[in-house]
C-alpha cells in the first residue's frame, strides 16, 4: 500500500535544510538556551565547516540583549568561528574537505560598490550581512557560530595556517585579531612608532601582541596596576596607570598612534592630549551609550584627529592571519563548554577573563 503526501513549500525547503544544534537567546532578558537552527545546502560557491571552536566577542553579548537596539530574535551569535570543511560546492577553488577554515564577522556583501570593489566589504555602501543578525541595513537574520555547523560562500571563508593545536586560541583572530590590525596597519605603525594601546581585554592584549610584531615601541594604559606584569609579558615596553595624572603626563605629547580598545564610556581628552603633532587616535571598542564629547582644543591645537575603525575586509582578515601564524600569534583565553556561555556572559561584563572566552563546540 502506498500514501501520497502533500507537502507545502515550505515544508520541502525544509527537507533541504541542514538541521544543526545552537544556543540562543529569544528576548534581552532571556538566558542562551538550545535551540535548533536550519542551514542551507551547500551551492556551487559555499564551503559547510563543522565547527570546532567560536570565541565569544563583547558584540555577542551586546546582540544577545538587544544593547544596540538592533537585534533579530532567536539570535544565535557568534563570530570568531574556526572548523573543519566537511562540504564545497562545485565551484570551489580554494578549499576542500578536510582543510581548517574561519569565518569572521561577515558572510556577504553587495559586491560591486566603490569599498566592495576596493576589497573594504566592511564598508559595504549597501550594508554587509553579519555572521549573525542579518545585515546591517535591516533583513533576514542570520545565525552565529554558537552551532554545530555553518554553509558560507568561499569569498567570505579565510584559511587558517595555523597549527591545529593551537586551533581553540586562533578562533578570537576572526574579530579581535582582525579589529586591532586593521588600524594598526592602515596609520601604518611599525619601527620608530611610539603606539599606546588602551585597555588590556579581548581587544587590548591583541593589539599588544600585533603592535609589538609590527615593530613598534608600545605602552599599555589601563587602570589596573594587576595588569602590568601581564602587559609586559604580551609585549609592551611600558605600562602606564591611566589614573594616575604623574604617570599620563610623563607621555604628553609623545605618541604617533593610540588604539582605543575601551568599550565603556570614558574621557577621551586625557589620550588626546598625549598624541603628538599628527597623531592619531582610534577608537574600536564600541560602547552602549556615548563617550563624553573631547574638547575640541585638543584636536586643533596639534592637528591631531580622532577615529574610528570597523573590523577589516576579508584580503586584509587573511593577510592578518598569516602575518598571525609567521609571527606565532594566537589569543590568550579560556576554554568553555557551550552551556557555561551565560555564566561567561556575565563575567565578561566584569573583565574577568584572560583574555577572550572560546567555547568548545564538541560539547554542544
Known amino acids: 500500500m502506498f500514501f501520497i503526501v502533500q507537502m507545502n513549500d515550505v515544508s520541502l525547503e525544509k527537507l533541504k535544510m541542514i538541521k544543526s544544534k545552537a544556543y540562543a537567546a529569544h528576548s534581552p532578558s532571556s538566558p542562551l538556551t538550545p535551540f535548533e537552527i536550519h542551514r542551507r545546502h551547500p551551492g556551487p560557491e559555499d564551503v559547510q565547516i563543522d565547527i570546532l571552536f567560536c570565541g565569544v566577542c563583547h558584540s555577542d553579548l551586546h546582540t544577545a540583549r538587544n544593547e544596540w537596539a538592533n537585534t533579530l530574535y532567536p539570535s544565535v551569535p557568534g563570530h570568531e568561528i574556526v572548523g573543519r570543511v566537511v562540504a564545497v560546492g562545485d565551484k570551489v577553488k580554494g578549499f576542500k574537505v578536510g582543510d581548517l577554515a574561519g569565518v569572521g564577522c561577515m558572510v556577504d556583501s553587495c559586491g560591486h560598490c566603490h569599498p566592495c570593489d576596493e576589497g573594504e566589504e566592511q564598508y559595504c555602501e549597501s550594508g554587509f550581512t553579519g555572521t549573525y543578525n542579518g545585515p546591517v541595513f535591516g533583513g533576514e537574520n542570520t545565525f ?91 609585549g609592551a615596553d611600558e605600562v602606564c596607570i591611566s589614573t594616575d595624572p604623574e604617570q599620563m603626563a610623563a607621555h604628553a605629547n609623545q605618541f604617533d598612534f593610540i588604539l582605543n580598545t575601551v568599550a565603556a564610556p570614558h574621557n577621551l581628552d586625557a589620550y588626546l592630549q598625549l598624541l603628538k603633532l599628527d ?62 556561555i551565560n555564566t561567561a556572559y556575565e563575567r565578561m561584563i566584569k573583565s574577568d577573563v584572560k583574555y577572550r572566552f572560546v567555547i568548545n563546540m564538541a560539547n554542544l
Open 279 to 340: 597623531g592619531t587616535m582610534t577608537l574600536v571598542g564600541a560602547p552602549a551609550e556615548p563617550h563624553p564629547s573631547p574638547n575640541v582644543f585638543n584636536l586643533i591645537f596639534k592637528r591631531r584627529q580622532l577615529a574610528g575603525s570597523l573590523i577589516g575586509g576579508i584580503r586584509e582578515t587573511q593577510e592578518m592571519l598569516d602575518f598571525c601564524a609567521q609571527h606565532g600569534i594566537v589569543s590568550d583565553i579560556e576554554l568553555i563548554n557551550m552551556d557555561y
Open 144 to 234: 552565529g557560530g554558537y552551532s554545530q555547523t555553518i554553509v558560507v560562500k568561499e569569498s567570505f571563508v579565510l584559511r587558517i595556517q595555523h597549527d591545529e593545536k593551537d586551533l581553540a586560541s586562533v578562533a578570537p583572530l576572526l574579530c579581535a585579531g582582525i579589529t586591532t590590525y586593521s588600524p594598526l596597519r592602515h596609520w601604518k605603525v611599525g619601527p620608530g612608532k611610539k603606539v599606546g594601546i588602551v585597555g588590556l581585554g579581548g581587544l587590548g592584549h591583541m593589539g599588544v601582541k600585533i603592535a609589538h610584531a609590527m615593530g613598534a615601541y608600545v605602552v599599555l594604559f589601563t587602570t589596573s596596576p594587576g595588569k602590568i606584569k601581564d602587559g609586559k609579558q604580551l
